[in-house]
Nanobody, 125 residues
């Protein structure tokens, strides 16, 4: 019942910034914890960041903490991932996902209820 569509990916130089958006259909995602995951070519999908349904709590993978910021606007049914100080190793397809009232500090891909199709982020140099 929930459709997630990522956007904002593209090509950026190392040290640059990108802002990813995840638009959700309807108001159902309002009570879902939201997460961002990424998958580099030939690698398994890994957790990046999570935000509680109210937006009051966030959690980050150690590899992105201090550089990435997750946020959400429930009025617009949209989640965001602001990515600063990008590194070549950040290159991946980025996916957003939703988990109904899910905990964020133990968020895993196997526990997510809905997934977007992903948006590609490529960091050069």
């Amino acid at each position: 019942q929930v459709q997630l569509v990522e956007s904002g990916g593209g090509l950026v130089q190392a040290g640059g910034s990108l802002r990813l958006s995840c638009a959700a259909a309807g108001r159902s995602p309002n009570y879902y914890s939201m997460g961002w995951f990424r998958q580099a070519p030939g690698e398994k999908r890994e957790f990046v960041a999570a935000i509680s349904w109210s937006g009051g709590s966030t959690y980050y993978a150690t590899s992105v903490k201090g550089r990435f910021t997750i946020s959400r606007d429930n009025d617009k049914n949209t989640a965001f991932l602001q990515m600063n100080s990008l590194k070549p190793e950040d290159t991946a397809v980025y996916y957003c996902a939703a988990d109904y009232l899910g905990p964020i500090m133990t968020m895993k891909e196997d526990g997510m209820d809905y997934w977007g199709k992903g948006t590609l982020v490529t960091v050069s140099s």
